[in-house]
């Protein structure tokens, strides 16, 4: 007999606790090494939570979710009641708009994801063995929560393509969407890298590194305790001006960093340009056990081709030398392409309250799915990689 799972939400993240919320989100940590997925671990949406990034006023209210059985919490998700769509990545707007004028109310809804974080990874988070069963429960535990509080819709962002299957298999809307990735094909340094490359890219990347590297100072890299709080105070002007000129309004606090200091930094490379004694360009990235994140980036001077550098080159020279199979740089960007980065897919899922808006969703996002797979086999055509069977002229 099936064991009884109940379900639960909760407003802290502390009210599951760090042992349990672990033991669903990153089991494999038992080893002593890193997380597959650093941005699910208690650490990263405590810190969230904690510096005020998430909860009231923000747009985001936690809601974790837990499945418990004979005792046991054997599943987790991180849901958040949202009032808008910022940070998500994931566009939505156009449906809240057509369900706003036919006289719906499209917020408040549920998301299940990492709020402001477009990196793929589970999203149905359970104990080793409880794999299928923790996920259906949870699945349905959400949309119940929906429909119990007559909200509008349930949203699952950037999750995996299994657990894509298995929600639609359970009824929700799957929606693809792209990204830019870098794959590892086991290169022993960036000049390895840059021998798969077409003639002409490969002298371009070059050109842009030079032309990055003679910007009149250094760049460094930094994680664990080498990090400093110095390395935080200027980082947040690079946060605060990129986020000013992309959101109108940054998403994390300055305490979030404070956060990630005390409880993150081993999970974190921070990469900094310094010039005359003062850092003006940064890009910071999470460590997964087998991917490179890159999450965020800022300047207080611009200098040509330097954003590519720390970026993009910077993290595929780092996850080369940490034998990383990928690098995943952030949402959208098709200038990721002439620089190693292919598009793959992404996915979500979608519970729409209203029939006849679920209806006209589905067949959009049916199409939409079209036309992603077109531009990913057309962006892959066109990608920087040599040919096979084609002789280059060097």
């Known amino acids: 007999m099936q064991d009884m799972i109940e379900i639960a939400t909760a407003s802290g993240i502390d009210a599951i606790g760090e042992t349990d919320w672990n033991a669903c989100a990153c089991p494999e940590t038992q080893d ?22 998430v909860g009231p006023g923000t747009g985001w209210q936690p809601l974790y979710l837990s499945a418990r059985a004979a005792g046991e919490i054997i599943a987790v998700a991180p849901l958040y009641a949202k009032t808008h769509s910022q940070g998500e990545y994931i566009f939505d707007h156009n449906w809240a708009h057509a369900y706003d004028a036919a006289g719906g109310r499209y917020y408040p809804k549920l998301q299940i994801a990492v709020p402001f974080t477009p990196a793929t990874g589970r999203r149905f988070l359970t104990r ?13 535990g959400a949309v119940q929560v929906a429909a119990d509080n007559e909200l509008s819709s349930l949203h699952v962002t950037f999750c995996t393509e299994a657990e894509a299957a298995a929600g639609a298999a359970m009824g929700l809307l799957r929606r693809k ?4 990735h870098w794959r590892n094909d086991g290169y022993a340094g960036f ?19 030079a032309q990055a590297q003679g910007f009149g100072g250094r760049i460094i890299t930094l994680t664990g305790d080498e990090i400093e709080p110095e390395h935080w105070d200027a980082f947040w002007q690079f946060y605060m001006d990129t ?6 309004t940054p998403y994390l606090t300055r305490a979030f960093f404070d956060a990630a200091q005390e409880s993150l930094r081993e999970h974190i490379l921070l990469v900094l340009a310094e010039r005359d004694g003062r850092y003006i360009a940064g890009a910071l990235n999470f460590i997964g056990r087998e991917t490179l994140y890159g999450r965020y980036w800022g300047c207080v001077e611009h200098h040509p081709c330097l954003h590519f550098e720390l970026c993009y080159y910077q993290a595929i020279d780092a996850a080369i ?3 990383l199979s990928a690098v995943e740089a952030g949402a959208q960007g098709e200038h990721k392409l ?10 979500s899922l979608h519970w729409i309250a209203d029939p006849g808006l679920s209806r006209a969703i589905a067949q959009f996002i049916d199409a939409e ?11 892959t055509e066109y990608g920087p990689f040599r040919k096979a069977n084609v002789e280059e002229q060097e």
């Open 191 to 209: 000049d390895d890298f840059l021998g798969s490359l077409s003639s002409r890219k490969r002298k371009n990347i070059r050109k842009e590194r």
């Open 321 to 323: 030398r940490r034998g």
């Open 128 to 140: 080793p063995g409880r794999d299928a069963e923790g996920a259906t429960a949870l699945i349905q």
């Open 243 to 248: 986020g000013a000129r992309k959101w109108g």
């Open 32 to 53: 002593g090494g890193p997380p597959c997925d650093p941005f699910t671990t208690y650490a990263f949406l405590k810190a969230l939570e904690d510096s005020g990034s």
């Open 369 to 379: 799915a079209e036309a992603v797979d077109q531009e990913i086999e057309i962006l």
């Open 177 to 180: 969407s792209q990204q830019f």
């Open 338 to 347: 002439a620089r190693g980065y292919l598009p793959v897919e992404t996915h």
